[in-house]
């Protein structure tokens, strides 16, 4: 997918035009974040222990990652895996495209992964030759209509079901048809047939844990488990910050992981794979190859954002953001969404494309309180913020107000003033406490809502009133 952050601005006009779009959204990650809330409540344990440990493991792994790395390579191959690694998105898809050539693959079956998107696995092969389907419902879906995903693990989540059936009815040729369970149907008859033919299963990984070179994939549809099993040849393609220590550190990341991400205590399906299929076996590929694709992690592991690959993808972060509740996936203009894309995406492509997702975000800490590995978004995406105004990413009208700003907060004489001309103007123009419009680049924030205008009697104010010294001044 061709990154479009660089368009930010432009595709949050697009999507607040959609007007199906918040309803689409909402519907689905509330019931997300509900369900999650719920899982919290009644978890087996200390909920916040759990969190502390897993991020705890994370950063170790982190620190160790090469280590773990090596043990996961001699492992899988130990057990008839075939391991590449990519240095980049290039080098990713061009290795994927032999892999299909020397194995002479013509259609190819895919389970939902992120890692693919990144590195536009399903262009690369189609270029080649390969039909590739999307075996997920909601990658399906999307793949009919030619869209990127828009959500981590709900990649259809901007779609209201009418839109489906419409999709279905004209790329398919099936009565329209409303009814959930009738589609379900539809796409599974469709697939059965591509899952009885693909030479090759695609699919990412949820964890890749070293002791045993095995792949971990969650999912609440079989179709990962048919195109990891049925097929001859299984292609894995996973980011090298999946990797785990130990069998043992599955179950404890799992109960984290489908816990945030849809709110079940364990999700539908776990798949442990490891190695290629044995003498004795009745199932599983003939021929497995993993592709560890770097892409510019080994860089973030150095410096200061590493923390951000603690990431394990559950989502709970886009289900509670405002942001993306209100402008959808589409709008971040890459693979990866909401709180964790606007971190990730800047670190992965640069902030000269993705400078201004850092700003998509109103710094509430939402997603920061949900995190299952702790990961702290808001000061990820400060410091960004900053390394986007020292690069120069900022214009010149955006430093000044800032800097103005800062002044106007850093001197209480200045800042009481203009509360009171604030105030007085209130007044006079805005009785019902609200500003409709404001001028120039100012208007974005008054074109879709009403701006609060300046209290009347500031909160700095009542408060003297009522306890005398205000708090930071003490
Ligand atoms: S940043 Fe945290 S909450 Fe967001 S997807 Fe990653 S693990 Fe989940």
């Not at 971990?216 to 996973?238: F, G, K, Q, W, Y």
């Amino acid at each position: 997918m061709e990154p479009r952050c660089h368009d930010f601005s432009r595709n949050v006009e697009r999507a607040l035009a959609n007007r199906n779009l918040q309803a689409a959204i909402s519907r689905t990650t509330g019931r997300f974040l509900e369900h999650r809330n719920a899982a919290v409540r009644s978890f087996p344990g200390d909920f916040e222990a759990a969190r502390e440990a897993a991020s705890r493991l994370k950063l170790a792994t982190l620190r160790d990652l090469d280590i773990h790395l090596a043990r996961f390579i001699d492992e899988a191959e130990r057990r008839g895996a075939a391991v590449h690694i990519a240095r980049d998105s290039a080098e990713a898809r061009d290795i994927s495209v032999r892999i299909a050539r020397e194995e002479g693959i013509g259609l190819a079956v895919k389970s939902k992964s992120m890692a693919t998107e990144e590195i536009g696995l399903n262009e690369a092969l189609e270029a080649a030759g390969v039909e590739v389907v999307e075996s997920d419902l909601g990658e399906y879906i999307i793949q009919l209509a030619g869209e990127p995903p828009s959500h981590l693990i709900a990649p259809a989540v901007h779609k209201t079901r009418e839109e489906v059936a419409r999709l279905f009815a004209d790329k398919l040729g099936e009565p329209y048809t409303e009814e959930i369970p009738e589609l379900v149907a539809i796409a599974r008859r469709r697939l059965r047939e591509k899952f009885l033919s693909a030479g090759m299963g695609i699919s990412g990984a949820n964890f890749l844990i070293a002791e045993t070179g095995s792949i971990a994939i969650v999912s609440n549809e079989a179709n990962a488990r048919m195109a990891t099993t049925l097929p001859r040849v299984h292609m894995v393609v996973a980011s090298i910050e999946k990797v785990i220590p130990l069998m043992s550190d599955l179950p404890p990341m799992l109960r984290l992981l489908t816990r945030s991400a849809t709110g079940q205590p364990i999700s539908s399906y776990v798949s442990v794979l490891t190695g290629v299929r044995r003498p004795g076996d009745v199932e599983g590929p003939s021929k497995l190859h993993i592709l560890l694709v770097d892409n510019g992690r080994s860089a973030i592991l150095k410096g200061k954002y590493r923390e951000m690959l603690k990431c394990i993808r559950c989502g709970a972060c886009l289900n509670i953001c405002p942001v993306y509740q209100t402008i959808g996936g589409h709008a971040y203009g890459w693979v990866y969404p909401g709180p964790m894309g606007s971190v990730l995406s800047p670190l992965l492509l640069g902030l000269r494309e993705a400078s201004a997702l850092p700003d998509a975000s109103s710094l509430c800490g939402a997603c920061a309180d949900v995190c299952p590995v702790k990961i702290p978004l808001p000061d990820l995406l400060l410091e960004l913020r900053a390394d986007a105004r020292a690069q120069g990413h900022r214009t010149p009208a955006e430093v000044l107000g800032m800097k103005g700003f800062a002044a106007i907060m850093g001197r209480a004489g200045i800042l009481e003033a203009l509360e009171r001309i604030g105030g007085v103007f209130s007044q006079l123009l805005f009785k019902d406490g609200k500003i409709p419009w404001l001028p120039f680049r100012l208007s974005g924030w008054t074109d879709r809502r009403d701006f609060p205008a300046p209290a009347v009697r500031p909160f700095r104010k009542v408060w003297k009133s009522k306890r005398g010294v205000l708090p930071w001044n003490r």
